[in-house]
């Protein structure tokens, strides 16, 4: 009986700790995202040529419960700082479609993470939240890829922008028509606070 008693012994305990473990909940994970390691591209099709550009990332935090998928933080792009290679188009994006002198940021404010976010390695999660554009803040989902490695995160995440939609102009004119939307991708490098 004794002998028993000292193999079921350790096997309770063994099973009490696993169960623990699944029950500790896991700690809010914070992250920071560099400005120097983002890039913020926009691709809008037209009828002679697709136009490429690109926006400066501002700041940007994220926080998130592994467990619940809850999260906040915000990333923040500079709408002034678009640029598309050419001056004119420039300032006809920044003055008639933008209108980035009253709406200079460009935010989007996560408040959750669907899918799991792995430690090391590649993870496909989909980050749920508000975008705000234009003065006007949108519901919208972003798939996002995530590479982890060592403590550093870097993120992928291609979404489209239905700006026409949105309340913004189509710069369309009689002899070129370009998109109603545009593709943003968003590359981003975050690490833990």
């Known amino acids: 009986m004794m002998k028993l008693m000292r193999l079921f012994l350790p096997l309770c305990v063994s099973a009490a700790l696993l169960t623990a ?9 914070s992250f920071t995202i560099d ?5 913020v591209e926009f691709t809008l099709g037209s009828l002679l040529h697709t136009v490429h550009g ?3 990332l501002k700041r940007g935090d994220l926080r998130f419960d592994p467990r619940t998928g809850k999260a906040s933080g915000e990333l923040v792009v500079d709408a002034t ?13 920044h003055a008639g479609i933008l ?12 408040d959750r993470v669907d899918g799991q976010v792995a430690s090391e390695g590649k993870s496909q999660v989909q980050l749920h939240g508000v975008f705000a554009i234009h003065g006007v803040e949108h519901e919208i989902l972003l798939p996002v890829t995530v590479d982890a490695a060592g403590g550093e995160y870097k993120v992928l995440g291609i979404f489209v922008v239905p700006y026409v ?4 102009k189509n710069p369309s004119t009689l002899m070129l028509r370009v998109d109603d939307k545009v593709e943003i991708t968003v590359q981003t490098v975050a690490h833990i606070m």
Do not use: L, V
């Open 81 to 93: 700082t678009g640029e598309s290679g050419s001056p004119a188009r420039d300032k006809r994006m």
């Open 54 to 56: 690109d926006f400066h």
């Open 21 to 29: 473990g699944e029950t500790i909940p896991a700690q809010q994970r």
């Open 165 to 168: 939609k949105w309340g913004m």
């Open 99 to 110: 209108e980035s002198a009253k709406y200079p940021e460009i935010t989007f404010r996560p």
């Open 35 to 39: 400005p120097a390691q983002t890039k």
